[in-house]
């Protein structure tokens, strides 16, 4: 497949014999697209970018160890998760402003989940809102919408409500950023969101204006944005007024210890999402896939644990499910797609880790999901 997808710097049609064969194509192409405010903001992390890098780094320190003679001729690799069904066990998660990357944003996004059967978490800074993403996946997309706490709790209630009407099918609240990290690219570009987008989910309650450029000021607007918007006084409590608020089932993302997934379950999240933030918060926490065991562990099958950060070829897919996730979701790669063209990237960057994922589970001799066991991976410290 060749991109032909709008130039997302410009605003032009471009049409390019790029071919694609895994994640890193997209991503190479995507920075010859993207201008570097956008490019900045997608690729970036915190500080030094140490997670950033150690998300990749860390799934090539687990080996696997496949079993061969196991007829592997018809393999399946379809799971459920909190009971919906999705074709494979890679979903998309939220990533904010869509729309830098491709005019159609999110509704490319939405469309391209639902054609190749998976999630896609809606991130509440979409640049689409919740409503129109909904109309355009429809009944059968299968989404989650994801949550940040504002300080204004009748504006956080709302979009809870606002979910839940349009057919979401959980509440993902993010924990880990009470804040915005301090990340360098988008204080040097001083990112802002350019003037012809907006945050779509809160068009006319919140003050935008501090995200768009304002030449006079210093720093990311971003982090302007979440210091004065963001309630950063969050406890557990927040979760149970969540709970209290919906009947979808709530989920915690970003959660990186057995203590707090403990918390977690005594609080009553019915999942767990294993992440970083893909290296845009705290900067030199674990590598998520190193974190993963220690959580899986500890909440003893009571909720489902999914994970993200780094996940861009099969095989980590497959390492992450032996080693306890339940699905796995990916961040930049659906941006990468998107900047490279639109539902068909993000639809292409799908297959591409459905078929490597299917293709590594027939190498390690696995026929579905229950046979990928702890016992294919081992870390390398221990061979
Ligand atoms: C550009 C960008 C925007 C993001 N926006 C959000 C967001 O709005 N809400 C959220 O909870 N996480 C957000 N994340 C974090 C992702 O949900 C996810 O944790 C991370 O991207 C996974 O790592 P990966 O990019 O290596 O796949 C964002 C990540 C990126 C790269």
Redesign the pocket.
């Given at each position: 497949m060749a991109a032909a997808g709008r130039c997302a710097g410009s605003g032009q049609s471009v049409a390019r014999s790029v071919a694609v064969f895994c994640l890193s194509d997209f991503e190479k192409y995507a920075r010859t697209q993207l201008n570097g405010n956008a490019w900045g903001?997608?690729s970036s992390g915190a500080d030094q970018e140490l997670t950033l890098k150690d998300?990749e780094e860390a799934f090539r320190r687990y080996r696997l160890r496949p079993r061969m003679l196991k007829d592997v001729s018809k393999v399946d690799v379809k799971t459920r998760i909190l009971g919906q069904d999705v074709s494979f066990p890679v979903c998309v998660?939220?990533?904010?402003m869509q729309r830098m990357a491709h005019t159609d944003g999110e509704i490319a996004t939405c469309r391209a989940a639902r054609k190749m059967e998976t999630c896609m978490m809606l991130?509440?800074?979409s640049t689409t809102s919740l409503e129109e993403v909904a109309g355009a996946s429809g009944e059968s997309g299968l989404r989650w919408f994801?949550l940040y706490i504002y300080r204004d709790r009748d504006l956080t209630r709302n979009l809870v409500l606002r979910a839940e009407r349009s057919g979401y099918k959980a509440i993902v609240v993010?924990v880990d950023a009470p804040v915005v990290a301090k990340r360098l690219a988008d204080a040097r570009n001083r990112f802002s969101l350019p003037p012809h987008l907006h945050l779509a989910n809160f068009d006319t309650q919140l003050p935008q204006s501090s995200l768009t450029s304002d030449s006079a000021l210093e720093g990311s607007s971003l982090e302007r944005y979440t210091r004065d918007l963001l309630d950063a006084s969050l406890t557990w409590e927040g979760i149970d007024w969540i709970r209290g608020l919906t009947g979808l089932p709530v989920l915690v993302?970003g959660i990186l210890t057995a203590e707090d997934a403990v918390e977690a379950v005594r609080h009553g999240v019915q999942g767990i999402i294993v992440?970083n933030?893909?290296g845009?918060q705290l900067d030199g926490v674990l590598a998520t896939i190193d974190a993963l065991s220690e959580v899986v562990k500890a909440v003893e099958g009571q909720v489902e644990v999914y994970m993200?950060?780094?996940?861009r070829q099969g095989t980590d897919v497959l390492k992450a499910l032996a080693m306890g996730a339940r699905a796995v979701?990916?961040?930049?790669?659906v941006?990468w797609g998107l900047a490279y063209n639109g539902q068909e990237g993000v639809e292409r960057v799908l297959q591409i880790l459905r078929d490597e994922f299917k293709t590594a589970m027939m190498l390690s001799g696995c026929r579905n999901l229950a046979e990928i066991q702890p016992s294919l991976v081992v870390h390398q410290s221990k061979i």
């Amino acid at each position: 497949m060749a991109a032909a997808g709008r130039c997302a710097g410009s605003g032009q049609s471009v049409a390019r014999s790029v071919a694609v064969f895994c994640l890193s194509d997209f991503e190479k192409y995507a920075r010859t697209q993207l201008n570097g405010n956008a490019w900045g903001y997608y690729s970036s992390g915190a500080d030094q970018e140490l997670t950033l890098k150690d998300n990749e780094e860390a799934f090539r320190r687990y080996r696997l160890r496949p079993r061969m003679l196991k007829d592997v001729s018809k393999v399946d690799v379809k799971t459920r998760i909190l009971g919906q069904d999705v074709s494979f066990p890679v979903c998309v998660g939220a990533t904010a402003m869509q729309r830098m990357a491709h005019t159609d944003g999110e509704i490319a996004t939405c469309r391209a989940a639902r054609k190749m059967e998976t999630c896609m978490m809606l991130s509440s800074w979409s640049t689409t809102s919740l409503e129109e993403v909904a109309g355009a996946s429809g009944e059968s997309g299968l989404r989650w919408f994801q949550l940040y706490i504002y300080r204004d709790r009748d504006l956080t209630r709302n979009l809870v409500l606002r979910a839940e009407r349009s057919g979401y099918k959980a509440i993902v609240v993010t924990v880990d950023a009470p804040v915005v990290a301090k990340r360098l690219a988008d204080a040097r570009n001083r990112f802002s969101l350019p003037p012809h987008l907006h945050l779509a989910n809160f068009d006319t309650q919140l003050p935008q204006s501090s995200l768009t450029s304002d030449s006079a000021l210093e720093g990311s607007s971003l982090e302007r944005y979440t210091r004065d918007l963001l309630d950063a006084s969050l406890t557990w409590e927040g979760i149970d007024w969540i709970r209290g608020l919906t009947g979808l089932p709530v989920l915690v993302k970003g959660i990186l210890t057995a203590e707090d997934a403990v918390e977690a379950v005594r609080h009553g999240v019915q999942g767990i999402i294993v992440s970083n933030h893909g290296g845009r918060q705290l900067d030199g926490v674990l590598a998520t896939i190193d974190a993963l065991s220690e959580v899986v562990k500890a909440v003893e099958g009571q909720v489902e644990v999914y994970m993200d950060g780094g996940v861009r070829q099969g095989t980590d897919v497959l390492k992450a499910l032996a080693m306890g996730a339940r699905a796995v979701f990916i961040g930049r790669p659906v941006l990468w797609g998107l900047a490279y063209n639109g539902q068909e990237g993000v639809e292409r960057v799908l297959q591409i880790l459905r078929d490597e994922f299917k293709t590594a589970m027939m190498l390690s001799g696995c026929r579905n999901l229950a046979e990928i066991q702890p016992s294919l991976v081992v870390h390398q410290s221990k061979i």
